[in-house]
């Protein structure tokens, strides 16, 4: 199944770093005109070309961030922000100034554009290269104190960075999945069903099912609720193990599920469906006996909406309760 959605977890990452880049640019284009004009005063005028070539670039990132799509206007920012400290350190050889104490902002910039694995080769490269622009400037003693200190910056930013990787991984597993059945939740569903009915998407159509378990009420009174949310863990697993391994499956809510195929045919999804029902009435639940219902239904772009589609399956689901339960019913246009 395509990836249909671009989720909360995944906008709040881009508002976040869009925020962050815009109070850095501010930030940036604020100092440089101080640091310009006192370079000016004290006649330094190498670096307060450096200063107003800085002061320009924080200007067209803070255009940039508040004219392009937030995910596009941060990584711009965070580019040209590292391509200026890469040419820093050749400028600084060029005019006989060492530029060492730049180096410090490369690492965290790095961290902000790629991944950790990635941001470590850079952030060891650039190091490598600022100490070679730095070596005909300087004693050998103040280049290996800079390489010193530049890597202990390098394994602590490294560090957090694959820190905050590992926990953004598990705060994002948790925030899309139901904690009872391990299917993803109803709000990853109800996001991934409003990107799929997005302009922008370029889904065509889709295949719902609504799955539910058969008198469930009794299992939880026959057996207790604790045995209730032991079936419920079962019969996702079991569901889970049927359908093809890219195939998404949510907990719609209590004890119902479902499923969605995208660019599917009905006569796919009522063979899906089907499946499913045969395995879970083929399971042995530890000594409980399951069925299920499944309704499903179609969506074509430009056919109706995808909510119309959603209550067709509801009503098929319903249908097959009344036709005497562990059944599928599949609506027909």
């Known amino acids: 199944m395509p990836h249909l959605r671009r989720d909360s977890f995944t906008l709040l990452r881009e508002l976040m770093r869009w925020r962050v880049a815009m109070v850095l640019s501010v930030l940036i284009f604020v100092l440089m005109i ?6 000016t005063r004290l006649g330094l005028a190498d670096t307060a070309q450096l200063a107003w070539i ?3 670039t924080a200007g067209a990132c803070i255009a940039a961030l508040l004219v392009l799509p937030r995910h596009l206007g941060g990584t711009v920012f965070f580019v040209s922000i590292g391509l200026l400290l890469v040419g820093v350190m050749a400028f600084g050889l060029y005019h006989g100034r060492p530029m060492q104490h730049w180096a410090y902002i490369f690492p965290p910039v790095l961290v902000f554009l790629v991944s950790s694995r990635r941001a470590l080769a850079g952030m060891v490269a650039y190091g490598i290269y600022a100490s070679a622009m730095l070596a005909p400037l300087v004693p050998a003693i103040d280049v290996v104190r800079f390489s010193s200190g530049y890597g202990l910056l390098v394994c602590f930013m490294f560090t957090y960075a694959l820190l905050q990787e590992r926990a953004a991984v598990m705060l994002r597993y948790h925030s899309d999945h139901d904690a009872l059945s391990n ?14 009915a997005s302009d922008r998407s370029d889904v065509g159509g889709a295949i719902f099912l609504l799955i539910d378990i058969d008198g469930f009420k009794a299992i ?4 207790g609720h604790l045995a209730g949310d032991r079936i419920i863990t079962l019969v996702a697993a ?3 193990r049927t359908l093809a391994p890219d195939t998404p499956l949510f907990r719609y809510g209590g004890e119902e599920f479902s499923v969605l195929l995208a660019e599917r045919t009905l006569e796919h999804g009522r063979d899906v469906a089907e499946r499913l029902r045969a395995a879970v009435a083929a399971t042995d639940f530890q000594g ?5 219902s499944i309704g499903v239904a179609g969506w074509r772009r430009g056919e109706g909406s995808i909510t119309a589609a959603l209550d067709r399956a509801d009503r098929a689901l319903y249908q097959a309760k009344r036709d005497g339960r562990n059944r599928v019913v599949a609506d027909t246009p």
């Open 183 to 196: 299917c993803l939740n109803r709000r990853t569903f109800n996001e991934a069903v409003e990107q799929l």
């Open 288 to 292: 409980v006996a399951v069925t299920i």
């Open 54 to 56: 800085t002061l320009a």
């Open 220 to 223: 939880n009174d026959r057996h």
């Open 34 to 39: 101080v640091l310009g004009t006192i370079n």
């Open 238 to 240: 079991e569901l889970g």
